[in-house]
């Protein structure tokens, strides 16, 4: 089952303005991670916040974490119509065996040139 | 381009087929994932390796067979599919440190695209 929620489920803005994306998760959380598929391709990895730590940046992205509220957000600045994706959240719930990454429903995020 | 590389991109099969899927890496990677995706919806997990030896099976029906003959070589065995089998089969690989908490990100290849008919 997919522990990870987010909305929006769509997106749709325009080339420079920022978007935002929300994940709501279940359970306790080794990490979590956000990823972003292009239509018809596998999945990249964008940026990984661990339990412990409340905010994340890499490049335009931003990535925080609230594991009282068991939320994340992931915000993109000054878009692209190159990030047109999907983008999706997952939750590490790291086990001995090995990563379990549960992914959530995903936003698909359209940005219009 | 990825590092993980899946073939075939494509594949149709009958129901009465028996077909492999390959997926390769060279990045050192010690675990190897199958996750299958439908349409629109986000990616479930069937099997992880982790040391080469199966550490993860989530209840995947035995129609699905998965091999990992060595460490830079993953293979998912297909025998007497079912339509709503038709899916994006992806494949991924990650750092994995028996010892240690921390866990490193999954690289991903672009999939397979099976249509079972």
């Known amino acids: 089952s997919q522990q990870g929620e987010e909305d929006p489920q769509a997106l749709s803005i325009q080339e420079g303005e920022n978007a935002t994306m929300n994940c709501s998760y279940k359970?306790?959380?080794?990490?979590l991670q956000w990823y972003r598929q292009n239509s018809g391709r596998g999945l990249v990895h964008l940026i990984l916040i661990r339990s412990n730590e409340r905010e994340k940046h890499s490049g335009r992205l931003r990535v925080t974490l609230d594991t009282s509220k068991k939320s994340s957000s992931l915000l993109i600045t000054a878009s692209r119509a190159a990030d047109t994706a999907s983008y999706f959240c997952?939750?590490?719930?790291?086990?001995?065996?090995?990563?379990?990454?549960?992914f959530g429903e995903g936003t698909q995020l359209t940005v219009n040139p | 381009d990825t590092e993980v590389t899946q073939t075939p991109k494509h594949l149709v099969m009958g129901m009465t087929n028996k077909k492999s899927l390959k997926c390769e890496q060279h990045m050192g990677h010690r675990a190897m994932y199958w996750y299958k995706q439908k349409a629109k919806k986000p990616p479930e997990l069937m099997f992880v390796y982790s040391y080469e030896k199966l550490s993860i099976n989530e209840s995947v029906p035995s129609r699905f067979s998965p091999e990992c003959p060595n460490s830079s070589l993953l293979n998912l065995h297909l025998h007497a599919l079912q339509p709503e089998d038709s899916a994006l089969y992806l494949c991924?690989?990650?750092?994995?440190?028996?010892?240690?908490?921390?866990?490193?990100?999954?690289?991903f290849g672009n999939g397979t695209r099976l249509t079972v008919t």
């Open positions: 991924a690989s990650s750092q994995f440190r028996l010892l240690s908490s921390y866990n490193s990100p999954l690289h």
């Open positions: 997952a939750t590490d719930l790291r086990e001995a065996s090995g990563s379990r990454l549960t």
């Open positions: 359970t306790s959380i080794n990490n």
